[in-house]
């Protein structure tokens, strides 16, 4: 299916994108012919206007998916598939480059050098200012002094091109000219040379989640490749280069000496232990900045100009050697291009983090596959399936084993003849601990189930329990006044502050989650059932007070359904704020959730999973929400008209 | 003999943060024979809903007492039907269950509830609505809905607080003839609250005046324009000489009130 995928990818994005542009250009037609029909004789503002309109919502959609289509690489996957690969090979070249290019001006605003003179002069000056004078004597003082214009006049003996050694100008010059051979090799173009076979079986730009195949499959991408190579070992050789001038030999044994005499003070004569640390200190920061300063890594402002005028020629002679693909770089390819690491070429940008769409709906077929044992679901459990319930473990969890326990008699003990005879106690402890086979019923199974299955049970608790204490709240002063704190104080925590607390009462699995979903929805139920209740008009309680109703047909047959529309809208806010909260502690712990598979997915980047996982969120939240909304509609089609 | 009798009946409201009294009744005392239909006049804010509220069982007086029949009145009860000004209907219910609905509180059978209903929808004009939603219907049909839903129960005395006050002309005409029709048949004894002079001249057959501040029975009429109501049609009645005299007699008397209080503030 895969590799079908793969191979077809320029004629299925053919039918996508057609199809698209179609669905948008079709739905403008038809919502710009409506508009032109109904436009006249409405009034902005009027509500009604909003109604309906399919045609505006496939127009977003379909410009939306055209947006994600084109972002994600997908047009340049389907129609340029040596693209990237030959973007890995320029990557390549860049890579290999780039120890040189650190030094130069180049995408920095100045020579590395001179970075090193400004932050090592500011920082002698600093340390002339902040001596500790009370821990030298005047004598030492003194020579500090002259040791910090000693390490000061380093900087201006190696910034000085008279003082740089002639071999280390030839190195570079050297250097100079084998880069400037790469420029022309780029300017001769690729040869023919055939790619490799090992580089031909390389899997396609995004058929696996290596997502760039790595060796070169074009002449363009051996080109850049080879001279890669080469510039790597010019890198190497660079990267050797030291610019220690020949003043240096006898400048720097002078100051270590000093430095030493310093620290050999410090030991030798009775200072407080204050002092002690305050020599200690300057005499190491001290040591720290010359040590710095003798490793050769700053050069002359002038030296580098000949590597300067070269990668000039170079960058030239690239984009030149780039040829067609500069075009399909900047039309196809938005984002930071490609960009080689040290063992893999990988998308930057949006590339990166937004996954084709064929790659999520293949991503998705492959965690929708029910075949947990050929590598379909997640961590070995399936996305959405069913599975055998053994009917024991079910009774089991609605028996508490204390019922057994509770249970007439003593359980049974062992007789003289070294047996145990089960009674009916025992059979009953048996029975609440799931150990007695009852058969087995099949049952949803997987992670979506899992997480439906949390939202739905602590809903159902939630307005089981909620709607009542909500109504009573809302016509009982005493229950209003003795619940009011408890649930106000606990309602404005957010839901996952209360996680860490829950999860370790409850523990992690179903019954921590169910608990902390309870809490949401029950708080929600209540305030909306409460509000219902309380709003109820005074003229119609009076009036079913006249017709002879008690105050429990009252609370039943008018209160309740007068509350109705209050506490459909309150489930349809919880069951949104449960599925949120439910993902957030899926993410927090647990093994097996919608929320899990997205956190396990973003510790290992797998852009494509979190995407199917977000989809698949939005998606139930959308289908969760519109299945209220016509609940609502359906049920109460009187709401406001009374 | 289900008369009922109020006595020294006051009722001052207190405003729980000023402190503040209104004094809306004060020393009302009168005696409805069973049978008779009431209507009760005055400017706004003289304790008519008050005084009906009371009669209902929803307000307790501050001082006097109420007696229906034999038994004193405390709180709200079957034997008394109360009609509101804006129905007061449930409106996630039909016709037929908010007309059902004291039965079904009574928890009588099915069967014979449904007989009733049939019976009473047909009386206030609205065959085959019955299962219709009320908030589909139009304010004078939600009015004969809450007419018989307050029927339906038999209760010995019906109150109606400006049951017309939001309808038009027309079917104001039809639902005073509707009234007019019910009191005769059922023989039940009607407090009728209205603003409408000309309303309270047709149906009252006694009538009351009050004045405000505090609220008490100004003048009370007897009235033969009911009874003829039952016999001639009421546009004739309202061209009647005597009826126009009256009319502008409480008119004028109403008038004279507002001016009053208008002088006072
Ligand atoms: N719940 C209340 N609390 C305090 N004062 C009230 C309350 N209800 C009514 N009143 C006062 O009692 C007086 C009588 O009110 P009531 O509603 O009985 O008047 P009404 O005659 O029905 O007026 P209208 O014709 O406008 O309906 C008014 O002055 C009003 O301000
Ligand atoms: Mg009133």
């Known amino acids: 299916m895969f590799e079908f995928i793969a191979d077809q990818r320029a004629a299925i994005a053919a039918v996508f994108i057609l199809t698209l542009l179609l669905a948008f250009g079709v739905s403008i037609y038809i919502g710009r012919k409506e508009y032109r029909k109904n436009g006249q004789d409405q009034v902005f503002g009027d509500p009604e206007r909003t109604k309906g309109g399919w045609y505006w919502s496939l127009c977003g959609v379909s410009a939306l998916l055209l947006i994600w289509f084109y972002f994600s690489w997908g047009v340049a996957r389907a129609y340029f598939p040596n693209a990237a690969n030959e973007l890995c090979q320029i990557a390549k070249l860049d890579e290999a480059l780039s120890p040189i290019r650190a030094v130069l001006p180049i995408g920095s605003r100045s020579y590395q050098s001179t970075q090193l003179v400004a932050r090592n002069g500011a920082q002698i000056e600093a340390l002339r200012d902040s001596m500790p004078k009370q821990a030298f004597s005047r004598d030492e003082q003194q020579v500090l002094e002259l040791v910090i214009d000693d390490v000061q006049s380093l900087l201006g003996l190696s910034s000085d091109p008279d003082q740089q050694s002639p071999e280390v100008a030839a190195q570079i010059e050297l250097l100079s000219q084998e880069l400037r051979a790469i420029a022309i090799a780029l300017d001769a173009g690729p040869s023919a040379v055939e790619p490799s076979a090992e580089a031909l079986a390389q899997p396609k730009w995004g058929a696996t989640y290596t997502e760039i195949p790595l060796l070169p499959v074009t002449a363009r991408g051996i080109l850049f490749d080879q001279l890669s190579q080469d510039a790597a070992l010019l890198s190497d050789r660079f990267v050797t280069l030291k610019n220690i001038p020949p003043a240096y030999a006898t400048r720097i044994p002078l100051i270590t000496q000093k430095i030493e005499a310093l620290s050999a003070a410090t030991k030798a004569q009775q200072f407080s232990d204050a002092d002690v640390e305050a020599r200690k200190d300057y005499i190491k920061s001290l040591d720290r900045i010359f040590n710095r300063l003798d490793d050769g890594s700053i050069f002359p402002a002038g030296s580098f100009a000949p590597l300067m005028k070269v990668f000039q020629e170079l960058a030239r002679a690239q984009a030149h050697a780039k040829g067609s693909l500069k075009v399909i770089d900047a039309l196809f390819v938005p984002g930071a291009g490609v960009v080689k690491s040290r063992t893999q070429c990988s998308e930057q940008g949006s590339g990166r983090w937004l996954p084709k769409p064929m790659d999520v709906v293949v991503t998705f077929a492959e965690l929708a596959d029910p075949d947990v044992e050929d590598g379909g679901g997640f961590k070995g459990t399936p996305l959405l399936w069913w599975k055998w319930l053994p009917i024991a473990d079910v009774v089991a969890f609605v028996i508490p084993d204390a019922l057994a326990d509770l249970w007439a008699g003593e359980y049974a003990r062992h007789g003289v003849d070294g047996k145990v005879q089960e009674n009916t106690k025992d059979r009953l402890l048996a029975l609440a601990q799931g150990d007695i086979d009852l058969g087995s019923v099949p049952a949803l199974d997987g992670h979506l189930w899992d997480s439906l299955f949390r939202v739905l049970v602590a809903m159902g608790l939630g307005i089981l329990c909620g709607v009542p204490v909500g109504i009573y709240m809302g016509v009982s002063q005493f229950i209003k006044g003795v619940l009011d704190p408890v649930v106000e104080l606990y309602r404005p925590v957010p839901p996952l502050a209360w996680a860490p607390l829950i999860l370790t009462i409850f523990g992690i699995q179903d019954d921590g989650k169910i608990f902390l979903l309870f809490m949401v929805a029950f708080a929600i139920m209540v305030i909306s059932a409460r509000t219902g209740a309380a709003g109820t008009q005074l003229s119609k309680i009076r009036a079913s007070h006249s017709l002879g109703a008690s105050n429990r047909q009252i609370l039943l047959y008018v209160i309740l359904p007068n509350a109705l529309p209050e506490i459909l809208t309150g489930v349809r806010i919880a069951i949104g704020v449960c599925w949120g909260t439910l993902v957030a502690a899926e993410m927090l712990a647990g093994t097996t959730g919608i929320g899990f598979i997205e956190n396990v997915a973003r510790t290992v980047s797998d852009y494509e999973l979190i995407w199917v996982t977000i989809l698949i969120m939005g998606i139930l939240g959308l289908a969760f929400d519109l299945i209220m909304r016509w609940v609502i509609q359906k049920t109460i089609p009187w709401r406001g008209k009374g | ?265």
């Open chain 2, 1 to 265: 003999m289900a008369d009922l009798t109020c006595k020294d009946l006051s009722m001052t409201y207190r405003n729980p943060q000023t402190g503040a009294e209104v004094h809306a009744l004060k020393d009302i005392n009168f005696t409805l024979k069973k049978g008779e239909l009431l209507a009760v006049l005055g400017p706004s804010g003289c304790g008519k809903t008050t005084l009906l509220n009371m009669v209902a069982g929803f307000l307790k007086p501050t001082a006097g007492e109420m007696i229906l029949g034999d038994r004193l009145i405390n709180g709200p009860g079957v034997e008394r039907g109360m009609v509101f000004q804006q129905g007061a209907l449930f409106e996630w219910q039909s016709v037929k269950k908010n007309v059902d609905f004291g039965l079904r509180m009574k928890k009588t059978k099915a069967v014979e509830a449904a007989d009733l209903v049939e019976k009473w929808l047909d009386i206030v004009g609205l065959q085959g609505f019955g299962e219709t939603p009320t908030y589909q219907l139009s304010g004078g049909m939600q009015q004969r809905v809450a007419l018989a839903r307050c029927l339906v129960n038999d209760p010995d005395v019906i109150l109606m607080d400006e049951p017309l006050g939001a309808l038009d002309a027309l079917t104001r005409e039809k639902m005073q003839s509707l009234i007019l029709e019910l009191w005769k048949e059922t023989g039940k004894t009607i407090i009728i609250i209205t603003h409408s002079v000309e309303e309270a001249l047709l149906l009252g057959e006694r009538l009351f005046v009050m004045a405000p501040r505090p609220g008490r029975i100004h003048k009370e009429y007897h009235l033969p324009f009911a009874e003829r109501g039952l016999s001639e049609p009421l546009r004739a009645i309202r061209q009647d000489k005597d009826f126009t005299k009256v009319r502008e007699e409480i008119l004028t008397m109403i008038w004279n009130m507002e001016e009053e209080i208008m002088g006072r503030v």
